[in-house]
């Protein structure tokens, strides 16, 4: 232990959001290095990381739905877990290797990772385990919504309520914190990947088209809506056609999109109602004057900050740079391990 002073020196202690669509990390003192999609190309039936283990991130997700037989890319996170350790041990190790140099063999960093609060301990054992393996000297584990809450700038030390509402791609993280710790939360297993699901199901159903996952998102960023829009959109899309199996192109709009979407939608908004049920009386009454803050890419579809207005009365505040908040949030924590050991051991947010 008196050797984490002298090692942390020389190596780049990082911090990492490690989430079902991107990973992010960022380095003490510099901010973001690195942000990439939670994808590895490997060889069918293997572990084998293509390209000499070069096959990750932004290179493996060109090739989502593309790829011959010979070759798999997988998404080794699922809702915000581990779903495949081999692969993700892969994935960290690249990661950890382009962000250290390769001088991380010699000389391995101090790890922040950011997991669902909802996880088992089987589940942060095999994020602890897969991050050790692929080069960290030491992992500490923080909860999503309380990295969220530290990137969004949230007052979470004071005596006071601050609530955030975290969607991710796998899972939505809902809490309410209090004198740095979590007074409390809700984790759901619904995301970003629900809506692009709910959108192929629709294509599907309605027009027997079928698409694939990235082009579901394209739908879902230029023509998804929780809320009317003041301007109805639409766009074309292409895909195979069930019945022929051919290719076929249609016309899509956000009003059919936005219903598709409701499912998804419906789930979330009630994991913030019933989060806000649990609340302590003094804390619910803090948020009338803080307000609900969003975090996670799914807080950027359009009239979500809206719906949820509406469902609890509440001001809704979207961070800045939603996108960023937890893994600037595990940036923050790192830069003041001693700080949050000493505020949240027992909360289980420490290892």
């Known amino acids: 232990m008196f050797l984490d002073p002298i090692l942390g020196w020389f190596s780049m202690d990082m911090g990492i959001d490690l989430g079902t669509c991107n990973t ?6 510099e901010g973001i290095v690195l942000n990439e999609p939670s994808v590895v190309a490997v060889r069918k039936g293997t572990n084998i990381v293509l390209n000499n283990g070069e096959a990750v991130g932004l290179v493996a997700r060109e090739m989502l739905g593309k790829t011959p037989g010979s070759i798999s890319a997988i998404r080794p996170m699922k809702d915000g877990v581990i779903s495949d350790f081999e692969i993700t041990e892969a994935m960290l190790s690249y990661f950890i290797r382009k962000v250290h140099g390769r001088n991380s063999r010699l000389i391995k960093p101090r790890v922040v990772i950011a997991v669902p609060s909802g996880i088992t301990a089987v589940e942060r054992r095999a994020v602890i385990d897969s991050a050790e393996r692929a080069g960290a000297r030491k992992v500490y584990i923080v909860k999503e919504p309380m990295a969220a809450g530290i990137g969004a700038g949230l007052p979470i030390t004071e005596p006071t309520a601050s609530m955030i509402v975290d969607i991710g791609g796998g899972t939505t993280e809902v809490a309410i914190m209090s004198l740095a710790d979590i007074s409390t939360c809700e984790s759901v297993r619904i995301g970003g990947d629900d809506m692009d699901e709910a959108i192929i199901n629709h294509l599907k159903r309605t027009y027997n088209l079928l698409i694939g996952e990235p082009r579901a998102e394209q739908v879902k960023i230029q023509l998804g809506s929780a809320a009317p829009l003041e301007e109805e959109l639409t766009m074309e899309i292409a895909g195979r056609d069930t019945i022929s199996g051919l290719p076929r192109k249609i016309v899509i709009t956000s009003e059919e999109i936005r219903e598709a979407l409701k499912e998804p939608i419906a789930g979330i908004i009630e994991a913030v109602t019933s989060t806000l049920e649990k609340a302590e009386p003094e804390l619910a009454a803090d948020l009338i004057e803080n307000g609900l803050h969003l ?49 949240i051991d027992h909360s289980g947010g420490w290892e």
């Open 24 to 29: 992010l990390v960022c380095v003490r003192n």
């Open 295 to 343: 975090a996670g890419g799914g807080s950027l579809l359009r009239g979500m900050d809206k719906v949820l207005a509406n469902a609890t009365g509440l001001k809704v505040i979207r961070a800045d740079e939603p996108l960023t908040c937890v893994a600037r949030g595990t940036s923050v924590y790192l830069e003041n391990l001693e700080l949050w050991k000493d505020t």
